[in-house]
């Protein structure tokens, strides 16, 4: 079974640039989820999916990131613009409703690095 | 949020040793999981623990649910270079959120 499928691995930007990230979950998991991993720290949510529906979104920060998961697949994390404090992982995840408790499978992570 | 802390934050110890790091809550969790991450890679599922005293074995990693589920340890006998990596716990809720610890980092040298 393949696993969570992250790109880019790294990207390196100026502030105030764009940047995208893209997540393909574990095939049949219909809820994916964004965190941000800052260095030392655990990964924090920013959004959780229920198939096309995002379901919880309370902690991402709406003035410069925005998400989408189009046909229930896929998922897209836009940042515009970037500041310095963006810089992080960026943690894809995905799990499947089904299972009797909330386990949670990590794609690789993007390394963002905003100069 | 539940908060969930992890003790020690660093460790650092010889191959051969024992050890046992904590995570702790003033909350009840309906779950509780630990997850492993190496650098430059994601968190990866270790284990699960749902029942109340649960203990689950993988290999030389033993995981225990505190009976009243606000609390677990993770216990390694003989430590190998190969568990160095960051140790996560996260507790779930009744929904599909999962809230994490800020980790325990451990290095086993040769």
């Known amino acids: 079974e393949a696993g969570v499928v992250q790109s880019p691995r790294y990207k390196i930007i100026e502030k105030k640039q764009p940047v995208a990230f893209w997540c393909n979950p574990i095939?049949?998991?219909?809820?994916l989820y964004w965190y941000r991993q800052n260095l030392g720290q655990g990964p924090e949510l920013l959004i959780r999916?229920?198939?096309?529906?995002?379901?919880?979104d309370s902690q991402l920060p709406k003035d410069r990131f925005s998400a989408e998961r189009l046909k229930g697949v896929d998922s897209t994390l836009k940042i515009q613009p970037a500041e310095l404090g963006d810089s992080a992982v960026y943690l894809c995840?995905?799990?499947?409703?089904?299972?009797?408790?909330?386990?949670?499978?990590f794609g690789p992570g993007t390394r963002l690095t905003v100069l | 949020t539940q908060l969930l802390e992890q003790s020690p934050q660093f460790l650092s110890i010889q191959e051969g040793e024992n050890l046992t790091v904590y995570c702790n809550s003033s909350s009840v969790f309906s779950s509780l999981q630990w997850y492993r991450q190496e650098p430059g890679e994601g968190p990866v599922l270790l284990v699960t623990?749902?029942?109340?005293?649960e203990v689950k074995k993988l290999k030389r990693l033993t995981f225990q649910f505190g009976d009243a589920r606000k609390d677990s340890s993770l216990h390694i006998t003989a430590a190998q270079p190969g568990d160095t990596g960051l140790y996560l716990c996260?507790?779930?809720?009744?929904?599909?959120?999962?809230?994490f610890g800020k980790g325990t980092s451990l290095l086993v040298t040769p």
């Open positions: 995840a995905s799990g499947s409703r089904t299972r009797v408790v909330n386990e949670q499978f």
């Open positions: 095939s049949g998991h219909n809820t």
């Open positions: 996260a507790g779930g809720d009744s929904g599909y959120a999962l809230n």
């Open positions: 999916y229920e198939n096309e529906e995002a379901v919880d």
């Open positions: 623990v749902v029942t109340g005293g």
